[in-house]
């Protein structure tokens, strides 16, 4: 594995046979088999895989973990070589943002509700810095994981909106044995709050669940997985959803392509979790 924070290295690497395909990994580190499982899927579809570590400031509000989100490169490095990682991009932040840096991407409707609501700038850091992966790598297929949802909605769009030239690659969500989506922010839980947090894919699957059974009330549906959640005592939670996969617009009636998903502080740590459905509109 060729690991390099230089972008001249790095292209000269990418393009040194144009006949092969490349598929790019895009992470901000501390891994967990989520990331890996995006790997594996880059792995069985390219000629070489690329991936990214890079913790993206521009991401973070000033009230957000930015200096203490966890890192851990060293046992990175060698999770993604034992995955056969080929090319392995690791920037510092000049190289991301050189001085005079003003050129940013966003992508305005969809990057507003749920996450955009508590965290505004968010998206605006995520586009601008894939934008600049994708260019900096131009990657045949690039993989992103379905547990960052509205990311992978946003950047579609970004895709489709910059003909950027390539196949965005969306993997499912990988769980602990009890449920809780894999996460770096996992490692902030107390002893006690990693108990309670697999509540959100419980409480997720229990709507999932009533809409199998033909529940198409989404206000229903929605206070069903806030008493859930509200039940743990621990739990705060930000937002509840059952929405438009594409348009992110709340559903009133459930159909179509659906996106249920939430948002909940276990004291200072915010995580996130969501189960996309697909509802035929012939009666359930
Ligand atoms: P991050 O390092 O958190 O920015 O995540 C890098 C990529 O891994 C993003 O595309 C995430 O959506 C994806 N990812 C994170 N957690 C998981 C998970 N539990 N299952 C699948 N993909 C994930």
């Not at 230089?6 to 990331?35: C, K, N, Y």
């Not at 890996?36 to 792995?43: E, I, P, Q, T």
């Not at 005079?100 to 749920?114: E, H, K, M």
């Not at 894939?130 to 379905?146: C, M, T």
Request: with cysteine.
């Amino acid at each position: 594995m060729i690991i390099t924070g230089d972008i001249t290295e790095l292209r000269a690497v990418r393009w040194a046979d144009r006949s092969l395909s490349w598929g790019l990994v895009p992470t901000m580190g501390f891994l967990h088999q989520g990331h890996l499982s995006l790997v594996a899927a880059a792995k069985d579809a390219n000629d070489r895989v690329g991936a990214s570590i890079f913790v993206n400031p521009m991401q973070f509000a000033p009230t957000e973990d930015l200096a203490t989100y966890p890192r851990d490169l060293d046992r990175d490095f060698q999770l993604l070589r034992d995955a056969g990682v080929d090319l392995l991009f690791v920037p510092d932040n000049e190289s991301i943002y050189p001085p005079g840096f003003q050129t940013t991407v966003s992508v305005a409707d969809i990057s507003r509700p749920l996450e955009g609501s508590t965290r505004p700038t968010h998206f605006q850091g995520v586009t601008t810095v894939v934008a600049k992966l994708f260019n900096i790598f131009q990657p045949d297929r690039a993989y992103f994981g379905q547990k960052d949802a509205q990311q992978t909605a946003v950047l579609r769009r970004m895709v489709v909106d910059l003909n950027f030239n390539l196949r965005m690659v969306i993997c499912p969500t990988v769980r602990e044995k009890d449920g809780l989506a894999m996460s770096s922010r996992n490692a902030y839980l107390s002893a006690e709050a990693r108990e309670a947090a697999p509540v959100l894919y419980r409480a997720l699957s229990a709507a999932a669940a009533a809409v199998e059974l033909g529940e198409r009330d989404g206000d229903k549906l929605r206070r069903m997985i806030t008493k859930l959640i509200a039940a743990q005592p621990l739990s705060q939670i930000d937002y509840v959803s059952i929405a438009d996969a594409l348009t992110l617009q709340e559903a009133d009636q459930i159909a179509g392509e659906l996106l249920l998903s939430t948002a909940v502080y276990f004291g200072k740590t915010r995580l996130i979790d969501n189960i996309p459905l697909s509802v035929s509109s012939a009666a359930g």
